[in-house]
């Protein structure tokens, strides 16, 4: 069995996903600037937001150098005939700089790993920092669920050179702990982790593979952050319910720094 030692990365990335909230433009801008007060300037933590698309041109205005502008979703496509599609130029025209992709809830909706793949390729040409949300389903006692997560990363890496997977930050989140209020411990967290490692270690070389961001989901709060960060092995969270309450959000970074 290879031995890793503690790959985190030196300062967390915290990422909020709104998902479809808050409903107005105004709400939104309250949140932002409810989080600005919250959040201390002297965080070490890299800390996004994803709203809803419509919204980030209003906060983009007020985006503080301290909370950095994400986007939920991208198509791979810059322009064209794509009805309702948003894409990888337009997000960067609005000062967009992480972008999530392969969220479970939009594979449900039938986005495939070959979309995925497209869209990371197409975030990279604009420098845009892609958050590829990996995890299974439900687990099994033997195991199977890994062969998921590895099929999972076999598709994302498919054409992708060691330099370009290491600007990728991978978030798993398993599907079963998602909005359920029920968390993976920590050693589900750190063992998934190492299991990320060795098999991207074994798509490239462990001095690539160690340099990926990996981020865990799934029903992060104020009370489980710590635990997960402290032994989970990854280095952030990507965060849902949680991040639309301002003192939550703000507790999860604390716990991060
Ligand atoms: P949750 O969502 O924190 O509400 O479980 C996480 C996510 O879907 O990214």
Known sequence: MLQFPDMKHAHALVMGNWKLNPGNTLEAKTLFAELKKKIPKTTTAKVVV?????????????????????????????RGAVTGEIGAGMLAFFGVEYVIVGHS??????????????????????????????????????????????????????????????????????????????????????EMQLFIVSTLTKLYERKVA?????????????????????????????????SLEAAQFAAIIKAVE
């Open 105 to 190: 809830e939009r594979r449900a909706l039938g986005e495939t790993d070959t979309q995925v793949n497209k869209k990371v390729q197409a975030l990279l040409k604009r420098k845009l920092t892609p958050v590829v949300c990996i995890g299974e389903r439900l687990r099994d006692s033997q195991g199977q669920f890994f062969n998921h997560i590895a099929a999972q990363l076999k598709a994302l890496t498919e054409g992708l050179t060691p330099l370009q997977l290491q600007k990728v930050v991978i978030a798993y989140e398993p599907i079963w702990a998602i909005g359920t209020g029920e968390t993976a411990t920590a050693e589900n967290v750190k």
């Open 50 to 78: 994803a709203p809803p698309f419509l919204f980030i041109p209003e906060l983009a205005k007020g985006a503080a150098s301290v909370i950095k502008l994400g986007a939920q979703d991208v198509h791979y496509e810059e």
């Open 210 to 242: 160690e340099k990926v961001r990996l981020i865990y989901g799934g029903s992060v709060k104020e009370s489980n952050a710590k635990d997960i960060y402290e032994q989970g092995g990854m280095s952030g969270f990507l965060v849902g319910g949680a």
